[in-house]
């Protein structure tokens, strides 16, 4: 999950800053597909 908010920043999609006062925040979560090799194992998780 750091390596895709990093690959956000870095690609100047996404910031952080600080929430206005009043506002309301929205609660998301990750969700994510795994990959698997040929014998089952979890080769990577994919966002």
Known sequence: MR???EALEDNG????IKRP???N???TKWVF???T???G???????
């Open 13 to 16: 999609v996404w910031r952080l």
């Open 3 to 5: 390596e895709e908010l």
């Open 21 to 23: 006062s009043g506002s």
């Open 33 to 35: 597909k795994t990959k």
């Open 37 to 39: 090799d040929a014998h």
């Open 41 to 47: 194992y979890l080769e990577r998780l994919v966002a």
């Open 25 to 27: 925040t929205l609660h």
